[in-house]
């Protein structure tokens, strides 16, 4: 095997290796990079919900709640959950992949009700009181979803609606009923605001990005070696070719070479002129011999 070859297989090998671990590093790179991407936007997402819902709070509810149509139809408009939900719901026209809920244990309107999954991360908060925020990701029908979830806890606001169904307002219990959304205390978890943000189209865009990096690499790396091959040869190899040329010449009795030439102080060059010097003494030694 030629020297070339073995170099080209340990240059190869060493850029196999080397691009081996820049993709893996890049890959985790990418991946958390499109990770926060999704989460900026879940919490973009979530600052605007509870813009929406302290706007309809200390705005809009004090505004209807002294109508006379309050007195005797319930305005879910009025409160802020509601408001906070119809809001992203209109989002959802322009991104339908997209999901806000505020779902509840024991909500008033049962399509807050928690599903299963949801229940479980209702729970979580339930038992770990001191937690803030959970952000998981979850499988769905349109891929992997990133969601955030924080706590819903009971604060002073939401006894009067959500303590006993007596006290109440009698327009709510006639819109919903008595049996559903009571017995709430302060203070407790009662439900969680569920933000799923898509991780698809960020996910892809980081593989793409990735898979750019490494064929740029690939040729920046097939270049390196092609001119490493071109040094090489020019260097080293072709001078080696020359003195293993004149070597040969001279072992089948072909003394009358001319020296050959010698340019530079580096380790090729020293080894010419020591061939060259021992192509001197033997010819010298020859001519004694048959003189």
Not at 4 to 15: D, G, P, Q, S
Not at 140 to 160: D, K
Not at 168 to 191: C, D, R, T
Request: glycine residues 6%; hydrophobic residues 45%.
């Amino acid at each position: 095997m030629k020297l070339l070859v073995k170099f080209n297989i340990l240059l190869i090998a060493v850029f196999s290796l080397g691009l081996g671990l820049i993709a893996l590093e890049a890959r985790s790179f990418l991946e958390r990079q499109a990770q926060n991407e999704v989460l900026q936007e879940a919490g973009v997402m979530a600052a605007s919900a509870m813009a929406t819902r302290n706007y309809t709070d200390h705005e809009v509810s004090p505004l209807l709640e002294k109508t006379a149509e309050h007195e005797e139809t319930f305005l879910p408009q009025t409160i802020p959950f509601f408001a906070a939900t119809k809001t992203f719901q209109a989002i959802r026209q322009t991104y339908p992949d997209y999901t806000y809920k505020e779902a509840a244990l024991n909500p008033t309107n049962p399509i807050d009700r928690a599903t299963d999954w949801e229940a479980d991360i209702i729970n979580y908060f339930r038992n770990s009181p001191k937690q803030t925020e959970l952000i998981r990701t979850r499988e769905a029908a349109t891929g992997t979803n990133l969601y955030m979830a924080h706590p819903i806890r009971v604060e002073t606001g939401c006894l009067p609606c959500h303590s006993t169904p007596d006290a109440a307002p009698k327009s709510m219990i006639k819109h919903y009923g008595q049996q559903n959304g009571f017995g709430w205390n302060l203070g407790e978890v009662i439900g969680a605001q569920i933000i799923s943000v898509p991780m698809t189209v960020p996910l892809q865009k980081a593989r793409q990005g990735l898979n750019e990096l490494l064929i740029d690499l690939a040729l920046i790396f097939l270049l390196a070696i092609i001119l490493i091959d071109v040094g090489l040869y020019f260097i080293v190899i072709r001078p080696l070719r020359t003195i293993s040329i004149s070597a040969d010449l001279i072992s089948q009795g072909e003394l009358n070479l001319e020296p050959l030439p010698v340019k530079g102080n580096d380790e090729v060059s020293m080894v010419t002129r020591s061939f060259n010097r021992m192509h001197t003494s033997l010819k010298k030694a020859m001519d004694l011999l048959n003189g």
